[in-house]
């Protein structure tokens, strides 16, 4: 069975940084592009970024570009989501998601529990 | 960037009831639409992509019809364990981008 498990969430300050990954097991994970997807209290699903099966290509949304960087390592089944100068509104559950299939199409068919980022002074 | 509306934002009924959601795009995207289910504390699962295609293991009282702007999630005969959110997503722009609707609660009567 796939499995996703999220690890690093925590507060933060409003301009600082913080680290949160994601421990994939069950499927081989190098063919796979993986991403994040967040929920911030209250509001629906946003997705944040992706990373390539290789990890060779990355992808963010508007609102996280140039402050966030997705990486996957694929000799530890790891992808990380590095996010600096954090901003009150990137407070949310952070979901580690799985393609699909082996190509980037945008259909998420694994999902793992959520690790919460609150960011606030 | 492509906006997707959901409607109803919210749904009371009850076991055994039908119910419809619908999702609309702001332009054409073709089947490229899913839809997800979320309860509350839990992960996200898949249930439908490419517009009606049912994933693996989901109960065939879920479906899934509509292309290119207009799209509808069905449950034929709701049961208690389908009472959560339910968001469509759109994948037309993607990479780079997906964009998910605002959700639909589905809740008991």
């Known amino acids: 069975d796939v499995q996703l498990l999220e690890s690093g969430g925590s507060l933060a300050q409003p301009g600082g940084s913080l680290r949160i990954s994601c421990a994939a097991s069950?499927?081989?994970?190098?063919?796979?592009?993986m991403g994040w997807v967040r929920q911030a209290p209250g509001k629906g699903l946003e997705w944040v970024s992706l990373v390539s099966g290789s990890g060779g290509s990355t992808y963010y949304a508007d609102s996280v570009t140039g402050r966030f960087t997705v990486s996957k390592d694929n000799s530890q089944n790891t992808i990380s989501l590095q996010m600096n100068s954090l901003r009150d509104e990137d407070t949310a559950v952070y979901y580690c998601?799985?393609?699909?299939?082996?190509?980037?199409?945008?259909?998420?068919?694994?999902w793992g529990q959520g690790t919460l980022v609150a960011v606030s002074s | 960037d492509i906006q997707m509306t959901q409607s109803p934002s919210s749904v009371s009924a009850s076991v055994g009831d039908r119910v419809t959601i619908t999702c609309r795009a702001s332009q054409d995207v073709g089947s490229w639409l899913a839809w997800y289910q979320h309860k509350p504390g839990k992960a996200p699962t898949l249930l439908i992509y490419e517009a009606s295609t049912l994933h693996n293991g989901v109960p065939s009282r879920f479906s899934g019809t509509g292309s290119g702007t207009d799209f509808t999630l069905t449950i034929k005969s709701l049961q208690p364990e389908d009472f959560a959110f339910y968001y469509c997503?759109?994948?037309?722009?993607?990479?780079?981008?997906?964009?998910f609707g605002g959700g639909t609660k589905v809740e008991i009567k």
């Open positions: 069950g499927f081989s994970f190098n063919n796979y592009a």
């Open positions: 998601v799985k393609e699909r299939l082996s190509t980037i199409v945008g259909w998420f068919d694994s």
């Open positions: 997503q759109q994948a037309k722009t993607f990479p780079p981008a997906v964009t």
